[in-house]
C-alpha cells in the first residue's frame, strides 16, 4: 500500500529562520536526524508521541500548523538532557522556548502561561520573583525577626523603579497584558508515537 504524502500546501518558507529570530539555534539545519535527543529525553521515555527529532523535522520543513497546534511542545521542561548527547550541538531548549513563543502568537497554549501572568505582573509590582501567600509571609517575617533582620526585605525606590523599567524596557510587560484568555485556541496531539500523522 503507497504511504500517503503529507500535505505541504500551508507549509511556510524559511520557518527555521522565523521561529528562531534571534538566531540562537543557527545550526538547526546540522540535525543529523540521529536520534539520540530522543533517546536521552525523559518525557520522550514516557510520553510515546513527544519527538525532539520530529518537531525539529517539522522547523526545517515549515509545518507550522502542526508545531503551533500540538499539545507535544508543551512537553518540555528544558533538563537540557537532549543538547547534552547531541552530536551536532544542537540547542534545543532554545528552539523549544521560541517555537512556544509561536505558539503563543498564535493563541495556541495560553492554558500554560496564563497561570504566570498574574504572578509576573505582581512581581513587577514588588520588584521581588515571589511572595508567599500570608500564612508563608508570617513564617518568613518570624524567622528573619529571629535572625535580628527587618522583619520584611527592604527593596528600595531605585530598586523597584529599576525592576520595573527592566519588563517595562524589554516588552515584557506589554507582552504580558496582551495574553487573553478568551482567545485561547485548543492544542490538541498532533504526534504520535513520533511518527507523522498523515492528514
Ligand atoms: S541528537 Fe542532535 S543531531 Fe541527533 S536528532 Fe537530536 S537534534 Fe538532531
Ligand atoms: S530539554 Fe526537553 S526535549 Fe530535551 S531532554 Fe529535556 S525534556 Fe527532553
Same mark, same amino acid.
Given at each position: 500500500?503507497?504511504?500517503?504524502? $503529507?500535505?505541504? /500546501?500551508?507549509?511556510?518558507?524559511?520557518?527555521?529562520?522565523?521561529?528562531?529570530? @534571534? #538566531?540562537? !539555534?543557527? #545550526?538547526?539545519?546540522? %540535525?543529523?536526524?540521529?536520534?539520540?535527543?530522543?533517546? #536521552? %529525553?525523559?518525557?520522550?521515555?514516557? /510520553?510515546? *508521541?513527544?519527538?525532539?527529532?520530529?518537531?525539529?523535522?517539522?522547523?526545517?520543513?515549515?509545518?507550522?500548523? +502542526?508545531?503551533?497546534?500540538?499539545?507535544?511542545?508543551?512537553?518540555?521542561?528544558? %533538563?537540557?538532557?537532549?543538547? +547534552? !548527547?547531541?552530536? *551536532?550541538?544542537?540547542?534545543?531548549?532554545?528552539?523549544?522556548?521560541?517555537?512556544?513563543?509561536?505558539?503563543?502568537?498564535?493563541?495556541?497554549?495560553?492554558?500554560? !502561561?496564563?497561570?504566570?501572568? +498574574?504572578?509576573?505582573?505582581?512581581?513587577? &509590582?514588588?520588584?521581588?520573583?515571589?511572595?508567599?501567600?500570608?500564612?508563608?509571609? $508570617?513564617? !518568613?517575617?518570624?524567622?528573619?525577626?529571629?535572625?535580628?533582620? /527587618?522583619?520584611?526585605?527592604?527593596?528600595?525606590?531605585?530598586? +523597584?523603579?529599576?525592576?520595573?523599567?527592566?519588563?517595562?524596557?524589554?516588552? /515584557?510587560? $506589554?507582552?504580558?497584558?496582551?495574553?487573553? &484568555?478568551?482567545? &485561547?485556541?485548543?492544542?490538541?496531539?498532533?504526534?504520535?508515537?513520533?511518527?507523522?500523522? @498523515?492528514?
Amino acid at each position: 500500500m503507497a504511504v500517503p504524502r $503529507e500535505s505541504d /500546501t500551508q507549509w511556510v518558507q524559511g520557518l527555521d529562520r522565523i521561529v528562531d529570530r @534571534y #538566531n540562537l !539555534v543557527g #545550526n538547526l539545519d546540522a %540535525c543529523l536526524t540521529c536520534g539520540k535527543c530522543v533517546g #536521552n %529525553c525523559p518525557v520522550a521515555a514516557i /510520553t510515546p *508521541s513527544y519527538n525532539p527529532r520530529q518537531i525539529i523535522r517539522d522547523v526545517l520543513m515549515g509545518n507550522l500548523s +502542526r508545531l503551533v497546534q500540538s499539545e507535544e511542545i508543551w512537553r518540555c521542561f528544558w %533538563c537540557a538532557n537532549c543538547y +547534552r !548527547v547531541c552530536p *551536532s550541538d544542537i540547542h534545543y531548549p532554545l528552539l523549544m522556548m521560541q517555537i512556544r513563543y509561536k505558539a503563543i502568537e498564535h493563541n495556541f497554549g495560553l492554558k500554560y !502561561v496564563l497561570p504566570f501572568k +498574574r504572578f509576573a505582573l505582581k512581581a513587577r &509590582e514588588d520588584a521581588m520573583t515571589f511572595v508567599p501567600g500570608a500564612k508563608g509571609k $508570617e513564617r !518568613v517575617m518570624k524567622i528573619r525577626s529571629e535572625a535580628g533582620m /527587618t522583619p520584611w526585605p527592604e527593596v528600595s525606590d531605585k530598586a +523597584r523603579s529599576e525592576y520595573q523599567a527592566l519588563f517595562d524596557l524589554t516588552g /515584557t510587560t $506589554e507582552w504580558l497584558e496582551a495574553l487573553d &484568555e478568551s482567545k &485561547e485556541k485548543p492544542v490538541e496531539f498532533k504526534y504520535r508515537e513520533g511518527r507523522i500523522i @498523515y492528514e
